[in-house]
């Protein structure tokens, strides 16, 4: 019997956990990053405005648990509370440890991109003074090995309303990295200091501003990340961009649509959903598979087809590369019929999305012209084995990111403690108090729905002391 629990709105009992694999690679079709939270050192001094106390042995674990399930992680950036309490030192020393976690695994630049941004300099107020300060911080980074990310400026926004100002700022900075970088924009919902923008706060202006600098510095930009909670606007954006150029999602509250229509995805929610994300992403690769595999621009398969460092595989155990086969596990017992070989699909994996149909290949032949009528069948069901995956989560990350927008930093965090990542819910800056008990609890119960509390036992005991903590 499960584990029930009174929660504010009542008395709730939890589902059945959801073991989830870990993939024996990253995404094949997408690049995939997630956005990583900062542990708080529980007996360091985050009272607000206090420079960050940071756990950095926690920290650096959960960046692992997340390189595990394949995604790569964008770090240093709101996630992980710029402008929001992590000061430049603790920032750079994020940077410098995160990247040298990543070398461990291989090429750092394969497997985390750093925000790079002008927090650290708050009273610049000239172009000259913001590049400057931009292109210390982007030195950090480039040193680590890590790859840019242009966060937005606060202090650009402050003193320039003028398109061509940003054009000069950061068509400068992109002359000098030294490989292409992510661009982001981050909208007013997350960052009220950051409205109007590219040089307007008429969203289409301000998009028409910011095409002309990608276009005019598209060999230089990996791609950008678009943080608007806007899907329409995001998809006539992703049709504009020049070959080559990624749209990474920011959207936390239509990710699964755009990124099934082709974005990739940078998302602090993947933070907290990593592990139905990647087999959500598993599910994507096997319905588009060999002969449906669409490469959205930019997407490069050397890399991405590599399986993630630790990963081990048998002689074609890649399902990203096998249309009806999805968390193929080196010696798995074979199921009766399947074609020879030493995998099959993964037990949990079928019970989590649903099994093959009946008669279809579970192992790893390319599929011929003949297949096609039974991929395309297969290619539904797996796809919406995808929509049923992500379907929860949705529900869950609008919680988390529900106005005030930018305090769902505290949600991300707290989930994190109650699955045992962290010892203690606490943030830099006190961030830990910016919602409610009646929040968290929701968020609580939408996280088990999504089968997201890896240990029911400790995920109770965890909330029941926080509610004793509320008087209840």
């Not at 079709?29 to 106390?53: F, I, L």
């Not at 995604?71 to 402008?83: G, K, P, S």
């Not at 002008?118 to 911080?137: C, F, K, N, S």
């Amino acid at each position: 019997m499960t584990a029930s629990i009174d929660l504010p709105s009542g008395n709730y009992r939890l589902r059945e956990p959801v073991a989830w694999p870990h993939p024996p690679g990253p995404p094949a079709n997408r690049v995939v990053y997630a956005a990583a939270h900062v542990v708080a050192d529980p007996m360091g001094d985050n009272t607000p405005g206090s420079p960050a106390a940071v756990d950095w042995e926690t920290t650096l674990r959960f960046r692992r648990h997340l390189w595990s399930y394949g995604l790569r992680v964008a770090d240093a950036m709101d996630t992980a509370q710029r402008n929001n309490g992590l000061d430049w030192a603790a920032t750079r020393e994020l940077i410098r440890l995160s990247a040298a976690a990543a070398r461990d695994l291989g090429d750092p630049a394969d497997l985390i991109a750093c925000g790079a941004g002008t927090d650290h300099v708050p009273g610049a107020r000239t172009p000259q003074a913001i590049e400057a300060a931009y292109q210390e911080q982007i030195a950090a980074v480039q040193e680590s090995g890590a790859t840019v990310i242009l966060m937005a400026s606060r202090q650009l926004a402050a003193i320039t309303h003028a398109p061509e100002d940003y054009q000069a700022v950061y068509g400068k900075l992109l002359a000098e990295v030294e490989r292409p970088a992510i661009l982001h924009w981050l909208g007013e919902m997350f960052d009220p200091n950051l409205a109007g923008y590219w040089g307007s706060r008429n969203i289409e202006a301000a998009t028409t501003s910011f095409l002309e600098l990608i276009h005019a510095n598209a060999p230089k930009i990996d791609g950008v990340k678009v943080s608007l909670l806007d899907e329409s606007h995001e998809v006539r954006l992703r049709a504009a961009l020049p070959e080559g150029v990624r749209l990474y999602t920011g959207d936390d509250f239509n990710y699964p649509s755009l990124i099934k229509s082709g974005s990739h995805a940078l998302l602090g929610i993947f933070d907290a959903i990593a592990p139905a994300a990647a087999a959500a992403f598993q599910a994507l690769d096997a319905a588009e598979g060999p002969h449906l595999r669409r490469h959205p621009a930019g997407t490069r398969p050397d890399v991405l087809d590599r399986p993630h460092p630790g990963a081990t595989l048998g002689p074609g155990d890649d399902p990203a590369h096998d249309a009806l086969g999805i968390g193929l596990q080196p010696g798995s017992p074979e199921k009766a019929g399947s074609p020879t070989g030493t995998s099959t699909r993964s037990p949990v994996l079928a019970r989590a999305l649903g099994a093959p149909k009946a008669g279809s290949p579970t192992g790893t032949r390319t599929p011929t012209d003949h297949d096609i009528s039974e991929i395309s069948a297969s290619a539904a069901d797996l796809m919406a084995d995808y929509d049923r995956i992500l379907a929860p989560t949705v529900a869950l990350s609008r919680k988390i990111f529900e106005a005030p927008t930018f305090h769902y930093k505290t949600g991300i965090v707290f989930l994190a403690w109650l699955n045992g990542h962290q010892d203690a819910f606490t943030m830099v800056n006190g961030a830990q108090s910016a919602r409610s008990l009646s929040h968290l609890a929701e968020v609580f119960r939408l996280a088990d729905q999504a089968g997201l509390l890896a240990d029911p036992e400790l995920a109770v005991s965890r909330m029941r002391a926080f509610l004793a903590v509320h008087g209840r």
